[in-house]
Nanobody
Framework: RVTLVESGGGSVQAGGSLTVSCAAS????????MGWFRQAPGKEREGVAI????????YYADSVKGRFTISRDNAKNTISLQMNSLNPEDTAIYYC???????????????WGQGTQVTVSS
């Protein structure tokens, strides 16, 4: 059984930083396409950062490029998302995801964590 457990969300002022982490079990993060998605109230869930296995790189949504960094710790079977220069538009529930895939214009995933709230105040 695959489980993804997020931690590290919270509240921060605009311009601040937060890191969210995800512990995976039942799936090997290093050999799967892992990622972070977010969903703001009234909006669709969107893929913001994806990490590919075997050193094949990363993907970032334009809205977070240059501010967010996704990383993976193979020994701990975890992934993390370092978020810098946060602004109120980054306020959302952030979800860890595994077996991510892209269809035209949008990312999807086979497995989801329960989500962690990130709130950025102005």
């Amino acid at each position: 059984r695959v489980t993804l457990v997020e931690s590290g969300g919270g509240s921060v002022q605009a311009g601040g930083s937060l890191t969210v982490s995800c512990a995976a079990s039942g799936i090997t993060a290093s050999t799967n396409v892992m990622g972070w998605f977010r969903q703001a109230p009234g909006k669709e869930r969107e893929g913001v950062a994806i990490v590919f296995p075997a050193g094949r790189g990363t993907y970032y949504a334009d809205s977070v490029k240059g501010r967010f960094t996704i990383s993976r710790d193979n020994a701990k079977n975890t992934i993390s998302l370092q978020m810098n220069s946060l602004n109120p538009e980054d306020t959302a529930i952030y979800y860890c995801a595994a077996q991510c895939y892209r269809e035209p214009g949008r990312w999807f995933a086979g497995y989801w964590g329960q989500g962690t709230q990130v709130t950025v105040s102005s």
